[in-house]
């Protein structure tokens, strides 16, 4: 069946016969606006992206499935980024009418698939008709314990600069999907399917132990240098110490220019975030008994935004910055 022979209207009914009702949902599908609730004494976060077609992803490279996923895994690492509990889901959709309702139900299984996974409940959004590329919008409204949110600007000197799992991989994956390349199933995965660092993000924010984070969208050297400018600080990282994934060392034994893609490439969204010293010790032990991976990659300096690399022969050279625009660069 057609998209066209659903109807919006039915799409709509389709999607909500499959959304299961949860606490804190007063009125979800079916009317101009949700109506939900936050636990007291909670701040609202709030997160919303946008993923077209042929510009974030390809149906020649990625299963409606899978892109059900990533489209909701994103924003929910741009909550766990703020130590914040991602909450309400908000999906928009535009496909052409000769959509096939396979690809529609595959995506929205993904969708729901991540959200559930995280107990977010979907709540609302839209559908329309476009004249040919996909357009998806996603919004996840998530909590945190008032004034308890973790910004980009709380980094000082002295700070270690840690990172959630390995980095390079997603970017590694497009890399040899652009030279014609299949990648192995565990790089496809990062890529397709990254994993949203929700546990990690409440365990820092619920015990105050990230002065600054973010999530790793744009590549690590270009988040990081966002911490540094709005914290104004410097960092050093050490090239070394770079988690990298059994993976990703193999490539780059064979072709080592690759190795800039753990500094520069995007979408692992893991989280990077500073830590005061002294409260190394706890973070380690409470992350060693949750079973998540993290790594001390460098450390915080007094400065005004600069990011320095010291490499494996221990030359210290400062990292030059130029994060993705899309309205500057090209398509």
């Not at 709030?46 to 990533?70: A, M, P, V, Y």
């Not at 790793?216 to 966002?226: K, P, Q, V």
């Not at 300096?301 to 994060?323: E, F, M, N, T, W």
Request: proline letters at 4%; charged letters at 25%.
């Amino acid at each position: 069946m057609k998209l066209k022979d659903l109807g919006e209207l039915g799409l709509i009914e389709q999607i909500r016969r499959s959304v299961p009702v949860k606490p804190g949902v007063h009125r979800g599908i079916g009317d101009d606006a949700a109506e939900t609730s936050l636990p007291e004494g909670h701040h609202l976060l709030t997160s919303t992206d946008l993923l077209i077609e042929e510009i974030h992803f390809r149906h020649d490279w990625t299963c409606c499935e899978d892109l059900g996923h990533k489209a909701v895994a994103v924003n929910l690492s741009d909550i766990a980024a703020m130590g914040g509990m991602p909450r309400y889901l908000y999906l928009g959709l535009a496909c052409p009418g000769e959509t096939n309702l396979d690809d529609i139900n595959a995506f929205l299984k993904g969708a729901l698939d991540e959200a559930e996974q995280h107990n977010v409940t979907l709540v609302g959004g839209d559908t329309c008709r476009s004249p040919g590329p996909w357009m998806i919008s996603v919004t996840i409204e998530g909590s945190v314990t008032a004034h308890q949110a973790i910004g980009r600007d709380g980094a000082q000197p002295g700070d270690l600069i840690m990172v959630s799992g390995t980095v390079g991989d997603s970017s590694l994956a497009l890399h040899l999907l652009n030279d014609g390349i299949e990648p192995e199933e565990a790089l496809l995965a990062r890529h397709h399917r990254p994993t949203a660092q929700v546990e990690l993000g409440c365990l820092l924010g619920d015990n105050r132990l990230a002065r600054a984070m973010i999530d790793i969208s744009d590549g690590l050297a270009g988040d990081l240098e966002h911490i540094l400018q709005a914290s104004g600080v410097d960092g050093l990282i050490e090239e070394d110490l770079l988690p990298l994934s059994k993976t990703f060392r193999q490539y780059i034994d064979r072709a080592p220019g690759l190795q800039e893609l753990a500094l520069y490439g995007g979408e692992d969204y893991e989280l990077l975030f500073t830590v005061a010293p002294d409260k190394l010790t706890e973070v380690t032990a409470l992350c060693l008994e949750r079973k998540l991976s993290i790594t001390t990659i460098g450390v915080i300096q007094k400065g005004s935004g600069a990011l320095s690399l010291q490499d494996k022969r221990g030359v210290v050279r400062p990292i030059l910055v130029s994060g993705y625009d899309h309205f500057c660069s090209e398509m």
